[in-house]
């Protein structure tokens, strides 16, 4: 009887075991749907672009009928239906109301030297905290950074930050400078504006590195809150803007001159790419044309292409082919005129009238830097922002 009796039980017990585990079972499932389900509607939230809350509304754009907008940043001048995005891949329309996707957004954070954004004649030596967000309004073929230029903010991995916690992680860094820059920040303007304006109350240097594809009224108000602006003049006729880039170089030299005209400081790029940009005709026009409308002292760099993005298949820029687009840019009379991705001594120095060295350079860095508030030992005056 005792034995029939604790058979009955074991049986019991292990059926209880079973039901049990078989009961946690369900309930585990339940609970990582229910978890998958709510992560995945935050996930949905996260990138809903309807809930306005997460948005701030974009500056210069002019509300049309039915709902369209148009955005009046750029030369594009899109013309967007409600829930349309721009160009930049980084502005739409949400019910007749134009937004900025990657308001506070930051895809690229890091501390650079300021040689390397390059501006040469920008408190050399200083370090530069340098911050990017998601899009760019030109398709540049042979673009760097196109893992975040070339995509929407939601395409890309970020980390938000206000502007006052930014001003205060570039100050904890012991940079001089805020650079706006890697993507193309006329794409994350109002970042850009409202981050500006706390840096420079905090003794900040704001200095921007763009292709200037922006039009005059957003760029000259960008011009009081900034100390200095790298523009990558790319080339230096419509058919190598349209091809290679998607844009046309009209509205960029109207950005140069408007640079040049509010007395900011300005340096130019030109990214010397074999067969498309190189030839000396252009070179020549380039440097010509900045002479007469920019005068002499806008330092220039010629650069070196390497392989990227489309541009696989073209081979890196030959050495003798910067050296000779600085050849010319000196003969036509441009004063301060380097190279860059190369290693060119000359190319790196800034010279002073006499000669003499005025800063010695290697790569990124300066190896020594003989002015004193700008001015070489014989006194002639260097022009840059130095302090």
Same mark, same amino acid.
């Given at each position: 009887?005792?034995?029939?009796i604790?058979v ?26 229910y978890?998958a ?14 809930n ?7 500056m210069?754009y002019e509300?049309?009928k039915?709902k ?6 750029c ?10 995005t721009?160009?930049?891949? /980084?502005r739409?329309?949400?019910?007749g109301?134009?937004?900025t996707?990657n ?17 040469f ?14 899009g ?5 073929k042979?673009?760097?950074?196109w ?14 930050y206000?502007p006052?916690k ?5 100050l ?6 805020? /650079? ?6 006329v ?24 292709a200037?594809?922006?039009?005059k009224e ?8 900034i100390?200095?602006i790298k523009?990558?003049?790319k080339?230096?006729?419509k058919?190598f803007y349209?091809k ?12 140069l ?13 030109n ?11 252009d070179?020549k026009g380039l440097?010509?044309?900045i ?7 806008v330092?220039v760099?010629?650069?070196?292409f ?7 298949d073209?081979?890196?820029t030959?050495?003798e082919?910067?050296?000779? /687009?600085r ?6 009379g441009?004063?301060?005129v380097y ?5 060119y ?11 003499s060295? /005025? ?15 700008g001015?070489?030992?014989s006194?002639?005056?260097i022009?840059?922002?130095w302090k």
């Amino acid at each position: 009887m005792r034995e029939k009796i604790s058979v009955k039980f074991l049986k019991s017990f292990v059926f209880l075991i079973f039901f049990f585990a078989f009961v946690s079972g369900i309930i585990g499932k339940v609970k990582d749907l229910y978890c998958a389900d709510k992560n995945k509607k935050e996930d949905d939230k996260k990138h809903d672009y309807s809930n306005k809350k997460i948005l701030k509304e974009a500056m210069y754009y002019e509300k049309l009928k039915d709902k369209k907008v148009k955005c009046n940043l750029c030369p594009r001048s899109c013309v967007l239906s409600d829930g349309q995005t721009g160009f930049c891949r /980084a502005r739409q329309n949400i019910g007749g109301t134009l937004y900025t996707l990657n308001y506070g957004r930051v895809v690229a954070m890091n501390v650079d030297p300021i040689e390397k954004k390059p501006f040469f004649h920008v408190l050399p030596g200083s370090k530069s905290f340098s911050i990017a967000c998601a899009g760019c309004n030109l398709r540049c073929k042979y673009c760097q950074n196109w893992q975040i230029s070339q995509r929407s903010p939601d395409e890309t991995e970020y980390e938000e930050y206000s502007p006052e916690k930014l001003v205060e992680l570039a100050l904890k860094s012991g940079s001089k400078s805020i /650079a706006y820059t890697y993507s193309e920040p006329v794409v994350f303007y109002e970042y850009m504006i409202d981050t500006a304006k706390i840096a420079r109350s905090k003794g900040l240097k704001n200095i921007v590195v763009t292709a200037g594809f922006i039009n005059k009224e957003p760029l000259e108000n960008l011009l009081k809150y900034i100390d200095a602006i790298k523009v990558d003049l790319k080339g230096f006729n419509k058919n190598f803007y349209l091809k290679y880039t998607s844009g046309g170089i009209e509205p960029i030299l109207e950005s140069l001159r408007t640079i040049k005209k509010s007395g900011k400081w300005l340096e130019i790029v030109n990214l010397v790419i074999p067969g498309a940009n190189d030839n000396e005709e252009d070179i020549k026009g380039l440097c010509n044309w900045i002479k007469e409308n920019l005068g002499t002292d806008v330092p220039v760099h010629f650069t070196r292409f390497y392989p990227n993005y489309k541009m696989m298949d073209t081979p890196p820029t030959p050495l003798e082919t910067l050296v000779k /687009a600085r050849d010319i840019a000196k003969k036509i009379g441009l004063k301060y005129v380097y190279t860059g991705n190369i290693n060119y001594s000359e190319g790196e120095t800034t010279y002073c009238k006499d000669g003499s060295i /005025a800063i010695e350079r290697k790569g990124f860095f300066v190896i020594k830097n003989n002015l004193k508030d700008g001015r070489c030992p014989s006194g002639d005056k260097i022009p840059g922002v130095w302090k």
